[in-house]
């Protein structure tokens, strides 16, 4: 059983920066997507990678902002946020997957395993 704790986030205000970080333990952990959901919203991608890196997606709200990255030697997936918005103010979610995928999983019912979710709280 994949386990999943991820860590980064916390308050920051508009035009800020946060780097979120989930390590995977148990077994191996493929295809890895961030998700995220703000009150009264819906749960969203907000970025996936394929298990080697070559392949990223992004929500279309943080493209240019927003990088997804993975470390295997670490297995740890990372967001790198940069240019922080109100609108940004969520629980983020790690996920995996326990198969490899060609491509960027963006639908959230492919992940088999989830973290508990990190706060991120941006001021204006």
């Known amino acids: 059983q994949v386990q999943l704790v991820e860590s980064g986030g916390g308050l920051v205000q508009a035009g800020g920066s946060l780097r979120l970080s989930c390590q995977a333990s148990?077994?191996?952990?493929?295809?890895m997507g961030w998700f995220r959901q703000a009150p009264r919203k819906e749960h969203e991608l907000v970025a996936a990678?394929?298990?080697?890196?070559?392949?990223?997606i992004y929500a279309d709200s943080v493209k240019g902002r927003f990088t997804i990255s993975r470390d295997h030697a670490k297995n740890t997936v990372y967001l790198q946020m940069n240019g922080l918005k109100p609108e940004d103010t969520a629980v983020y979610y790690c996920?995996?997957?326990?198969?490899?995928?060609?491509?960027?999983?963006?639908?959230?019912?492919?992940?088999?395993?989830w973290g508990q979710g990190t706060q991120v709280t941006v001021s204006s």
């Open positions: 990678i394929t298990w080697n890196g070559v392949s990223r």
């Open positions: 148990g077994g191996p952990s493929y295809g």
């Open positions: 996920a995996a997957g326990s198969r490899p995928t060609p491509q960027p999983m963006g639908d959230k019912s492919l992940y088999d395993y």
